[in-house]
């Protein structure tokens, strides 16, 4: 069997399509919300590189990491405006389930009285920087809402995510015996 070729060469002017055939400009909206989340994705695969076997963390980065394909699928399909679509495999559960975490870990860190800089150990600074990706594809899929319906779950899935990050970042550092890089308005 012949492998096929991994260039189309179809993406060569500019466009790409979405799942269903549709082209449209790279630059799309769209396109910024999806590629955000698999950047986001990329990154959490380097954060999740950086733990060792026994951080019981590593797991939640595979669920997210999954649940991020699913929400990547989601936004590369355009569906009817009349068509209220679910994104797969987000609901209720997926997101008590960050909710969950989130809990655990804030419990486990002291109590924060100061922003932070982001930084620490290497884990912790790399958990800083999927935040801000998340943030930055939460403002993109945000835009896309305009024009596209986008399923709620998906949303507050996003925003959880975000807050599990920045906590992630906490415990990366607590368990590594890091400081934290606390904010001097006047450094």
Request: with cysteine.
């Amino acid at each position: 069997m012949k492998k096929s070729n991994l260039y189309t060469r179809t993406g060569d002017t500019g466009t790409t399509s979405l799942v269903g055939g549709q082209r449209v400009r790279k630059d799309d909206i769209r396109i910024e919300s999806y590629g955000t989340i698999d950047e986001l994705n990329s990154h959490i695969g380097l954060l999740s590189s950086m733990m060792t076997e026994d951080n019981c963390q590593k797991a939640i980065l595979t669920f997210i990491q999954n649940k991020l394909f699913n929400i990547g699928a989601y936004l590369a399909t355009e569906n009817p405006p009349e068509k209220q679509a679910v994104c797969y495999g987000l609901g209720k559960t997926a997101i008590e389930k960050l909710e969950k975490e989130i809990d655990s870990l804030d419990a486990t860190v002291p109590p924060l009285h100061a922003f932070l800089l982001p930084g620490g150990n290497p884990a912790a600074s790399q958990a800083h920087v999927c935040r801000t990706v998340c943030r930055r594809a939460e403002r993109n899929i945000i835009s896309l809402s305009e024009t596209a319906y986008i399923d709620p779950d998906l949303m507050r899935f996003i925003n959880r995510l975000s807050d599990y990050l920045f906590v992630l970042a906490r415990f990366n550092n607590f368990i590594a015996k890091a400081s934290e890089i606390f904010w001097d308005k006047d450094c």
